[in-house]
């Protein structure tokens, strides 16, 4: 009888198939893996920041304000990178910073989180006509186009690491919103069908792009009536920022690895 040699992989009792052998893709699983994610400094991009963190990504993190000090995590300065997503010019000198720290390298996900949602001066929704055109073009910079530009910006390394792309679209999306404006709505609008051409643009690429909605989720941009709304949500409650970024680290995750093109509602069932 000939005996079993170090190298022989052990056999499963129930299935009779032989256990895998570490492969190539699992070696490729152990790298430290890289994320790009806009709007880190608060909110849900900051969730999302510490939970990668916490699952040991390098976390290249980007917003208008330097890197906060108040809730920091180690090589948290070296890799923030301060942009104004809502400047055109600015966000092509803050894309080639981060192309120069990425070095070639691979990208293993980006998350496009960074939004704005302009209000009037008395705290009410901007309808379509009450919205001045700058304000259009704003929100449409920030929350729409800077999700393009980084995209193709960085297809290079996206490509090289079979990356994820996550857009942080809305519940105000799809439906008309008590406070969120009507230039917010769209561009989230827009940013869902966008992630949906991605998807099927990037896919033969090996880069997945979804979309996540959220409703209502306890960070600065709610606004002061929000309190009122939690009556209408099945859960009966508000969103947590954690809650958030458990479900973007999820598509980005190896866990998710035939998602793409999807858009997952994280409201508490306010869509239903
Ligand atoms: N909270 C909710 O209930 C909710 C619901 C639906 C969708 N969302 C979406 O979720 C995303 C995150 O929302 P949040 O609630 O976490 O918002 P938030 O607390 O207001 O944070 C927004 C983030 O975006 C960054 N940002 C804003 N303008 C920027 C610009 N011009 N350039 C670069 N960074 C910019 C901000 O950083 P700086 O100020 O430092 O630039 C901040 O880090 C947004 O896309 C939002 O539309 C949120």
């Known amino acids: 009888m000939t005996q079993a040699s170090e190298e022989t992989p052990e056999r499963c009792p129930i299935t009779g198939k032989l256990a895998p052998r570490p492969s190539a893709d699992e070696a490729a699983e152990n790298e430290q893996k890289t994320l790009v994610?806009?709007?880190?400094?608060?909110?849900?991009?900051?969730?999302?920041?510490?939970?990668?963190?916490?699952?040991g990504w390098r976390v290249l993190t980007c917003?208008?304000?330097?890197?906060?000090?108040?809730?920091?995590?180690?090589?948290?300065?070296?890799?923030?990178?301060?942009?104004?997503?809502?400047?055109?010019?600015?966000?092509?000198?803050?894309?080639?910073?981060?192309?120069?720290?990425?070095?070639?390298?691979?990208?293993?996900?980006?998350?496009?989180?960074?939004?704005?949602?302009?209000?009037?001066?008395?705290?009410?929704?901007?309808?379509?006509?009450?919205?001045?055109?700058?304000?259009?073009?704003?929100?449409?910079e920030v929350n729409f186009f800077a999700p393009i530009v980084l995209a193709r910006g960085l297809m290079e390394e996206l490509v090289k690491g079979s990356g994820s792309i996550v857009n942080v679209t809305s519940i105000a999306g799809s439906r008309v919103h008590p406070f969120a404006g009507t230039a917010y709505a769209t561009s989230k609008a827009a940013l869902a069908a966008l992630t949906r051409e991605m998807a099927a643009d990037f896919g033969p690429k090996g880069i997945r792009v979804n979309a996540i909605a959220p409703g209502e989720i306890d960070t600065p941009i709610l606004s002061p009536g929000t309190s009122d709304l939690v009556k209408g949500i099945p859960l009966d409650r508000l969103g947590t920022p954690e809650e958030v970024a458990q479900t973007i680290y999820f598509l980005c995750a190896q866990s998710a690895s035939y998602v793409t093109g999807s858009e997952i509602h994280i409201n508490g069932g306010e869509h239903l």
Do not use: Y
Not at 40 to 47: D, E, L, P, R
Not at 92 to 112: F, M, P, Q, T, W
């Open 37 to 55: 994610l806009t709007g880190a400094s608060q909110g849900i991009g900051h969730a999302t920041a510490k939970l990668f963190q916490e699952h």
């Open 63 to 140: 917003s208008r304000r330097a890197f906060t000090s108040s809730c920091p995590w180690q090589e948290g300065p070296e890799d923030h990178v301060q942009i104004d997503l809502g400047d055109p010019d600015h966000r092509s000198i803050g894309l080639a910073e981060l192309k120069k720290r990425l070095a070639g390298g691979a990208l293993h996900a980006l998350v496009n989180n960074a939004g704005i949602s302009p209000k009037s001066e008395a705290g009410s929704r901007l309808g379509p006509v009450d919205t001045g055109m700058a304000t259009w073009r704003l929100v449409f």
